[in-house]
């Protein structure tokens, strides 16, 4: 499957952005999905995940409260609904799908920068 992230973008601290997962090429309703995020100089952190259902959802702790994500198996593509936004929420963010039967997540697409100034 391949992922399409967009919706990234500048924003003052407080603002809201919502970033798209667009997917194709095959049944996106068939894999869990999530969003990982590397800020600079560190790893990439699993931030949000949905599974193929559409539940159990999982939030980082550090974005509980103020991250949703969400899946339109009907249009492909996912969301990551993210409010309060803070300085630390800046980075690059990618989407991430996975078959239900692993733990992994084997697609990854292109990654959409988020910068959140103070």
Avoid: H
């Amino acid at each position: 499957v391949q992922l399409q992230a967009s919706g990234g973008g500048l924003v003052q601290a407080g603002d809201s952005l919502r970033l798209s997962c667009a997917a194709s090429g095959r049944t996106f309703s068939r894999y869990k999905m999530g969003w990982f995020r590397q800020a600079p100089g560190k790893g990439r952190d699993l931030v949000a995940a949905i599974s193929a259902s559409g539940s159990p959802t999982y939030y980082a702790d550090s974005v509980k409260g103020r991250f949703t994500i969400a899946r339109d198996d009907a249009k492909n593509t996912g969301y990551l609904q993210m409010t309060s936004l803070k300085p630390e929420d800046t980075a690059v963010y990618y989407c991430v799908a996975g078959s239900p039967i692993t733990s992994s997540y084997q697609y990854w697409g292109q990654g959409t920068q988020v910068t959140v100034s103070s």
